[in-house]
């Protein structure tokens, strides 16, 4: 069973930057690709970006140029680099992790983006 957790969520004033980190736990081999989702209120949880074993990723039109997801295979963990942060980037934001077929979601992480 894979465990993840997520960290590094928070209050950001426009324009700032916050660095989400996802731990995985539970696999000895890690995992195959990852990716983070958001869900703000009222609305549908939506891909953010995702990145392959192989290291190739794919982002949301919305963070195009902002964020920047990496994964550090050693350690399990995936990272998003969220820079040029706007006030419609607020939202929980979800690590998922798939293995074997199998896909994880961590609890989420709240990001605030407000003055």
């Known amino acids: 069973q894979v465990q993840l957790v997520e960290s590094g969520g928070g209050l950001v004033q426009p324009g700032g930057s916050l660095r989400l980190s996802c731990a995985a736990s539970?696999?000895?081999?890690?995992?195959?690709?990852m990716a983070w989702y958001r869900q703000a209120p009222g609305r549908q949880r939506e891909l953010v970006a995702a990145?392959?074993?192989?290291?190739?990723?794919n982002y949301a039109d919305s963070v195009k140029g902002r964020f920047s997801i990496s994964r550090d295979n050693a350690k399990k963990r995936s990272y998003l680099q969220m820079n040029s942060l706007k006030p419609e980037d607020t939202a929980v934001y979800y690590c998922?992790?798939?293995?074997?077929?199998?896909?994880?979601w961590g609890q989420g992480t709240q990001v605030t983006v407000s003055s």
């Open positions: 990145i392959i074993s192989e290291g190739s990723t």
């Open positions: 998922r992790a798939w293995l074997r077929g199998s896909d994880y």
């Open positions: 539970g696999t000895i081999f890690g995992v195959d690709s």
